[in-house]
């Protein structure tokens, strides 16, 4: 178990950060929450979450407007849109303790090789995938219908083991907090891992504007999803990362069975937000490429939602 | 030059059949309309041609609400949608003089086929190509933006000489219409060259909502369609339909001139009509597939817009 002493801090306080930091602070964990728009709504009345696991929660919670004003952290957690890390940077070392752990919970890949270059040198910098179904409702307000689990790994830094240690005390916090948690040895796989669930459901659920249940509804959508799936799982194996037999068929059930979900890059069109489109789709592209892998089915849905995304900034 | 007195029939007469059969009246062709939902007001009206080559051009015509009551024609030209092939075989003969010519004036492959079992030994089959841009305003009004080619060839019936004679015939009848008009020796290699250009744009225009100029000022959706064109040329290939050597650059090239347009799958959408995926997906990806040919980003594609299609259909 994890001593409770630990300081954690947030930043990027959404669906992701928000249900991760109120669950460690449910669990006594000291934990301070890094804020933009919410600030002043989240300083008042707290964090709410609606949870089909866990229950109705509210809890008041330690709120920041600036990363200057936050006691020094020994973990930061950062639930950001990958979009954002070259902003992050200054964020995080403000409130990073000397030796902190800094945990990039993000999907696809590259995101800690755009990160790490900005960060000082005696910070360790690790990924986390989540496999969990939340979505903010409103200002401090976040829904969770299912799943949770994190998986992290240890990507660089000042650890002399690999950081397998520092992987495994970060899977503790979360496990402290009642939430699944696997340190990783291969923080790549993980994240190879975690894109055969995001190519298929996110950019569909852009591109088709449907949610699980239709999609995992319709034979042409089903053998669509399966072939991305089987082509990020090819992209892995050409660049080193040989998944588990049977891991995207897995994650197929496992979609089949959940509740109704809008993946994340929809609510990110929806709102105009930019799509993680580098990380979740050009750069496993790139890698697979390089590897002498075409993934052509994802490189169609890449330009499709390119094409989406510049046009939605452009209205 | 054709002689005045053939007697064209149009059955269906949409953007297509209207421009198609309009010109073919000017022209001193005896032509005859069968209509359906527009029947009374072309009855009334005649019909109207807004045309950026032709000008403005309107004509009284002979028009009919049921196939009975037209005279028998040596022409039939059919602009209908080929999602409606099933139903127009007993039209088409009831309209059909004997030993007449039926020019199927739709896309994609595999409409011959499936018309031919449902019609007389008598009649000649034949399948045309339309390069054009043309739309309908309102009933009975037809807006031509540009181009207007039709390249035809023979399907199969009584002819002696493998049906170029009756090609011949038919690209006569286009030319002395002043349209540009040329027979084809393959009719199936006419029509894997004009999927070149309808699998990206029709399918594009209703997956990402773009017409065709936005599609061709954005890097990706540019890349995505020579793509798609390349796959289209190696699936021709693979069922030995050696397309000529910068077909599709020249399709895309030609595209890019064009002024703006819509193309017809996206009006369908539109309007709740069912998408003409059959014969322009469906069948030549189960025919490259036969012949081992894999073109898995035109299958992505048709997948998503048969999920569109189900969705359109059931709401």
């Given amino acids: 178990m994890q001593a409770r002493n630990v300081r954690i801090g947030i930043i990027g306080s959404g669906a992701i950060g928000g249900f991760y930091g109120l669950m460690l602070a449910r669990a006594g964990f000291d934990v301070h929450f890094l804020l933009r728009s919410e600030y002043e709504v989240v300083r008042e009345r707290g964090l709410s979450l609606d949870s089909a ?18 006691p020094l952290c020994d973990w930061l957690l950062v639930g950001a849109k990958a979009t954002s890390n070259a902003e992050l940077a200054p964020l995080i070392m403000q409130a990073a303790a000397p030796d902190a752990r800094v945990l990039l919970l993000q999907n696809g890949l590259g995101v800690e090789e755009q990160l790490r270059p900005a960060l000082r040198g005696d910070l360790h ?13 409103g200002p401090g307000e976040i829904c969770h219908q299912s799943l ?15 950081g397998a240690g520092v992987a495994e005390e970060g899977a503790g916090l979360f496990r402290a907090a009642g939430i699944d948690s696997q340190a990783m040895a291969d923080l790549d796989q993980a994240r190879w891992q975690k894109l055969v669930w995001n190519v298929p459901y996110n950019g569909l659920s852009v591109l088709l504007q449907a949610s699980t249940t239709p999609l995992m509804g319709d034979a042409d959508s089903r053998a669509l999803i399966q072939a991305l799936m089987a082509e990020v799982v090819a992209g892995a194996s050409a660049c080193g990362r040989e998944l588990p037999a049977g891991y995207a068929e897995h994650l197929f059930r496992m979609t089949e069975k959940m509740p109704d979900y809008w993946p994340s890059m929809y609510h990110d069109h929806l709102q105009q937000r930019p799509l993680e489109l580098q990380a979740i789709y050009a750069e496993p592209l790139a890698r697979a490429r390089a590897a002498g892998c075409a993934l052509p089915r994802m490189e169609a849905l890449y330009q499709a939602l390119a094409f989406i995304d510049r046009r939605g900034r452009q209205a």
Avoid: E, T, W
């Avoid at 696991?53 to 936050?70: E, S």
């Avoid at 910098?125 to 409702?137: A, H, Q, T």
């Fill in 125 to 137: 910098l690790l990924g986390g995938l989540c496999f969990i179904c939340v979505n903010r409702k």
């Fill in 148 to 162: 949770g689990a994190v998986n992290l790994g240890y990507h660089s830094g000042p650890a002399q083991d690999g």
């Fill in 53 to 70: 696991v866990h229950g109705q929660i509210h809890l008041p919670v330690q709120a920041y407007a600036r990363a200057a004003d936050m």
